[in-house]
Each structure stands twice: as structure tokens, then as C-alpha cells.
């Protein structure tokens, strides 16, 4: 086991001990500009963040590259290159990307935070987000009468994201007031009114059934599922036994 002197996380394995170091300790991000130029970010010295142009702040170089690609956040011109360290702005910042990639499956995957609770979140799972998203079908997403997309919004705000988050998932929050700032309150409106009418209770005999599945071992799961053999053998006579016999039989497969 492997120890990061810095903030003690244990790491399985060097090249996950020097991914993490060099994304959460290095002091300096290396960024390509608009203009095409090579900068180098360094951490500010109080929040020992990364601050983007935009103002916003980023605890890793990849979450602080990752976002300043997506957005190419305007440079503002005093930004005097002539001081940059010659060195530094030989290797571009794709360097940096490459060797992301040979030691990306382990870095995040045993990091905790230092300062969160929340895991920081791999390139792996940003990229398993991202195709996520490119595979949602447009016409099945939820348009709001702004023109707005939920899901469009959900996704610009994962990915500026460096610790993992129920948005990651797709998942809409109306309990969590970072949600909510995403919206207009008009469209939050919207949204909170459209949760309550989807909210339905299920039919007592399918809760009473999963009631009942809540057991630790499997022989009295087998018991359960034998007691209700006879509903799941019936014509249906309703949509209830219908759907007891797919819970079961999901069961009965697991
Ligand atoms: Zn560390
Ligand atoms: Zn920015």
C-alpha cells in the first residue's frame, strides 16, 4: 500500500500514487489558448485551487482542463506570456492528457477526497457520462416551455463537475437547492410541477409483495416467491397480478 505524503491517501499502485498527485498536488495546469499559445495556470496560494479566467475554481488540473476545453473561457489580455517559463511551454498540454490516460483507470477510482466526502470523479466516468448523454434519443428528452432541455442542462452541469454527484446519473434533485440555480424559476416551476403529477403510489398488493421479498436469505425468498406461484400462474385478472409475476420472475433470475 502506498501513502500520499501530502494528504495520506493510500494508492494501490505507483502510477495511481503519481496520477494523483500530479492532478491534485502539482501546482501547475497547462492550458492551450484560443490564440493557439501554451499558458501555464498555477494554483492560487489561499484556496490552492485552480482559478479559470471565468472565476470559477477547480481542485484538479484534469477538472480545471476539462472544463477550460469545453468552454475556452476568455484570456484576459494582460496575461503576459513572455514570463512563462520556456520549459514549460515546450511540452503542451496534451503531455499531460496522455499520461492521464496510461494511469487514469486507478487514480480516482481509490482517491478520496481530501477536503469532500464525495469521490473526485474518474475520466472514466465523465466519458461513460458523456457518451450517456450522446446516446439520448432528443425527442424523448424533457423540453421545457422555455426551449430549455432538462437534460441538456443537466449534462453542461456534470461536467464542470470534479466529484461525483447525483446528476451523473441523470437524476433531478427538486430537494437539492444546486439544482434549482440551474433553472429559471419560471422553468423550476415547471419542473416541480411536473414531479408531483408523476408521483404515484404503487398498488398495495405489489408493495405488500417486495415487502415480503425483503429477506437475507434465499430459502425464504424461494418461500415467498412459491406462496404467490399461483397468482403468477393466473390469466391476469388484472394488471397487478401481471406485474407480481415480472417482479417475481425478475427475482427468480437474479
Ligand atoms: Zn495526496
Ligand atoms: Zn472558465
Redesign the pocket.
Known sequence: MLI??????SFTSLNS?KS??RD??SSAAHIILENGESATIFRESGSSKFKCFCQKYFETIRGFQRHYNRNKCAAPESLNFSQEDPLLSSTPSTSSNINDETAESSVADS?VA?SESRKLLTDLSFRKFESSFKAMDDQMKWKLSSGRTVEDVLYDFGMELEREHAVHSFILDTSDPEMKKLFTGQEWDEITRETELETTTLPESILNLIQEMNKTNIKEVKRVLLKYAEIRYSDYPTSDEFHIDKICYAIESL
Open positions: 500520499c505524503e501530502i494528504c495520506q491517501l500514487l494523483h498527485k491534485q498536488h482517491s481530501c
